[in-house]
C-alpha cells in the first residue's frame, strides 16, 4: 500500500513538472459534475501565462487595462453584445490572463462596429474599443482565419480599392466584394443576391450611384504607404 | 470668409445630393469653401480596423494638403470628421512616422458644429425666407461625430445639441429623443445583413414613436442606412434629411421637388402636406 501510494505521488510530480496541469486539473472530483451550462468544459490555468501579453497591450495601445474592475458597464451600453461570442467586460479580463488565441478566434473583435460607446462610458477610462480595434489588427496580422470572414473580406475589399484609386466609389466597392471568393455563392443560395441587384437599381434610377470612378493623383504616394506598412522596401 | 473644404467620398457617391445642397446653402451665406486638392478618402473604418497606421497615414495626406492652403477645415462626414480629428491628435503625439510634411496646427470643424456656434445661427436666421413651421423632426447625430468625446471634442456627448439648435433656428419643431446617438450599424450591413437592420430598425422605431415626421441627419452612412431600410416598408414612412437640405429649404421661397429626387423614403407628399413645397 505504502508503494502504491509512493508511486501515485510520484506520478502526480513528475506530471507537474512537465507541465500536464490542464490533465491534473481535470482529474479532480470537482471537475467531474456536469458543468453548467455556459461554463468552458476545459479549465484553464489563471495567472499561467504571466503578464507578457498584458503589458504588451498596454504598451501598445497606451491604455490602462488593469484599471478594469468588471463592472461590465462597455457590455451594457454595447449595441451589439449579444451578436458577440466574447463580450467586450470579457475581452478585457482576457487580455489580463493572457488568453490571446481565445481573443483572436472571437467574434467579437470583428462584429465590434468601433462606435465607441464602451470606451466613452467607462468609469475608470480603459479603452475598450481602442483596444478590441487594436486585436482586430493583431488579428488580421496572424495566419488565424478571422470567425467572421465576410466581415473580414469587407474591410479588406475597402482598402484594396482605395488603395487602387484612392477615394472609394460604393457601386465599384460592392462590385469588388461581390467578385471575392464565396461571396457571391452565399449570396446566391440566400437569394440576397437579387434584392441586392433590386436594390442597386432603384439606387441607380434615383441617381444615387456613380458608375465612373472617381481617382486622386496621388495615388503612387498612396501606394508608398502601403508597401511602407508591409514592411516592403521600395 | 473662407475654409478649407473635405467632401469625402460618400459625398462624390451615393450622397451627392448632400453635396449639393451644402454648396447652395454656404453660397447663400456668403462663405467661401475651397474644396481640398486632390483629396484622398481618409480610410474611413477599414483603416484602423486592418492597420492602425493607415488610419493616421491617410488623412495625414489631406491634412498637409490643407496645411498649404492655410485654412481651417469642415468635414460634412462624421467619419472623415472623426479620421481627421484622430490623426491629427496622433501626429501630433509623434508616434507615427508620416511620409508628408504635417504640423496638425489646423483646426477641424464638424460642419454641424460649425454651423451651430452663435453667429452662424443668427446668420442662418437672417437669411431664411419661409421658416419650416410645423415641420416635426428628431435630430440624428450617430456615432462617430460625438465619439469619442476625447477626439471630437463634444462636451455634450451623450445628448448632443448642435443639429437641434440649427433645426429650431429654421423653424422646425425639434423633438428631444434618448436615440440621439446610438450606433445605426454602418457598413456592417453589408458583410451581416441581420445585425445592420435590427439596430437601424430600432433607431426608426424610437423616432416614430416619438411622434416626429422627419428624422434630420448629417452623416452620408445614417442617412442610407435609415432611408434603405424603409424600401418596401407601409405605413408611416419617415424620410430622412440632411440639415442643409431643409437649411436650403427655408432658404429659398420656392422649393423643387428635384432636390429630393434622391430619397429612396420620398418626402415630397410630407412637405406639401405642410406647406413647405409647392
Redesign the interface.
Known amino acids: 500500500m505504502l508503494v502504491g501510494h509512493v508511486f501515485q505521488k510520484a506520478k502526480l510530480i513528475r506530471k507537474s513538472l512537465f507541465g500536464e496541469c490542464e490533465t491534473m486539473y481535470k482529474n479532480l472530483p470537482d471537475q467531474e459534475a456536469a458543468p453548467e451550462p455556459g461554463f468552458r468544459k476545459e479549465r484553464k490555468l489563471i495567472g499561467d501565462r504571466g503578464n507578457y501579453f498584458l503589458n504588451r497591450m498596454q504598451g501598445e495601445t497606451g491604455v490602462n487595462i488593469s484599471a478594469c474592475f468588471q463592472c461590465e458597464r462597455c457590455t451594457n451600453a454595447c449595441?451589439?453584445s449579444h451578436?458577440m461570442d466574447t463580450k467586450p467586460h470579457q475581452v478585457i479580463r482576457y487580455v489580463q490572463l493572457g488568453w490571446r488565441e481565445d481573443l483572436l478566434n472571437s467574434s467579437t473583435i470583428w462584429?465590434c462596429?468601433?462606435?465607441?460607446?464602451c470606451?466613452?462610458y467607462c468609469p475608470n477610462e480603459v479603452g475598450v474599443?481602442e483596444i478590441i480595434?487594436?486585436l482586430?489588427?493583431m488579428a488580421?496580422h496572424s495566419p488565424i482565419t478571422p470567425k467572421?470572414r465576410?466581415?473580414a473580406?469587407?474591410?479588406?475589399t475597402?482598402?484594396e480599392e482605395?488603395q487602387r484609386f484612392?477615394?472609394?466609389?460604393?457601386?465599384w466597392l460592392?462590385k469588388s466584394?461581390n467578385l471575392k471568393p464565396n461571396i457571391l455563392k452565399e449570396k446566391i443560395k440566400t437569394g440576397?443576391l437579387k434584392e441586392e441587384l433590386l436594390?442597386g437599381l432603384?439606387?441607380w434610377r434615383?441617381?444615387?450611384?456613380?458608375l465612373a470612378h472617381?481617382r486622386?493623383?496621388?495615388i503612387k504616394?498612396?501606394k508608398?504607404?502601403?508597401r511602407?506598412?508591409r514592411g516592403e522596401i521600395a | 470668409m473662407k475654409l478649407s473644404y473635405y467632401p469625402g467620398?460618400?459625398l462624390?457617391?451615393?450622397a451627392?445630393d448632400y453635396a449639393r445642397s451644402i454648396d447652395t446653402v454656404f453660397k447663400d451665406l456668403g462663405i467661401d469653401l475651397i474644396e481640398i486638392e486632390?483629396?484622398?478618402?481618409c480610410?474611413?473604418?477599414?483603416?484602423?480596423?486592418?492597420?492602425?497606421?493607415?488610419s493616421v497615414?491617410?488623412p495625414a495626406?489631406n491634412l498637409a494638403e490643407a496645411e498649404k492652403l492655410g485654412l481651417d477645415i469642415v468635414a460634412p462626414c462624421a467619419r472623415c470628421f472623426n479620421s481627421l480629428r484622430f490623426s491629427q491628435q496622433m501626429i501630433k503625439r509623434q508616434l507615427f512616422?508620416i511620409?508628408?510634411q504635417v504640423a496638425g496646427e489646423i483646426q477641424v470643424h464638424d460642419m454641424t458644429r460649425f454651423l451651430a456656434e452663435p453667429s452662424m445661427i443668427k446668420l442662418i436666421k437672417e437669411r431664411i425666407r419661409k421658416p419650416l413651421n410645423g415641420l416635426k423632426v428628431v435630430c440624428y447625430y450617430g456615432?462617430?461625430m460625438v465619439?469619442?468625446?476625447k477626439i471630437t471634442g463634444f462636451t455634450d456627448?451623450e445628448n448632443p445639441q448642435t443639429l437641434d439648435r440649427i433645426a429650431a433656428a429654421i423653424g422646425a419643431e425639434v423633438i428631444d429623443w434618448s436615440y440621439k446617438s446610438?450606433?445605426c450599424?454602418?457598413?456592417?450591413g453589408?458583410?451581416?445583413?441581420e445585425?445592420g437592420e435590427s439596430?437601424t430598425r430600432r433607431i426608426l422605431q424610437k423616432a416614430q414613436q416619438t411622434g416626429a415626421e422627419a428624422i434630420v441627419v448629417s452623416c452620408p452612412l445614417c442617412q442610407s442606412n435609415l432611408d434603405?431600410i424603409q424600401?418596401n416598408a407601409s405605413g408611416i414612412l419617415t424620410p430622412v434629411f440632411y440639415f442643409t437640405e431643409l437649411i436650403r429649404l427655408a432658404f429659398e421661397e420656392n422649393g423643387s421637388q428635384k432636390w429630393f429626387?434622391?430619397?429612396?423614403t420620398d418626402p415630397v407628399g410630407l412637405l406639401r402636406e405642410k406647406g413647405l413645397l409647392n
Open positions: 449595441p451589439v451578436f462584429v462596429l468601433s462606435c465607441e460607446m470606451t466613452t474599443a480595434n487594436h482586430r489588427n488580421a467572421e465576410n466581415l473580406i469587407f474591410h479588406q475597402f482598402l482605395l484612392g477615394r472609394v466609389n460604393e457601386f460592392m466584394y440576397m436594390l432603384t439606387l434615383k441617381g444615387r450611384l456613380r472617381p486622386t493623383k496621388a504616394e498612396i508608398e504607404v502601403y511602407q506598412k | 467620398c460618400s462624390e457617391g451615393m451627392s486632390d483629396w484622398s478618402c480610410g474611413a473604418t477599414a483603416a484602423h480596423s486592418l492597420s492602425e497606421m493607415m497615414a491617410l495626406r512616422d511620409p508628408w456615432c462617430q465619439r469619442p468625446p456627448y446610438t450606433c450599424g454602418a457598413s456592417i453589408i458583410a451581416r445583413k445585425i439596430l434603405i424600401k429626387r434622391q430619397h429612396i
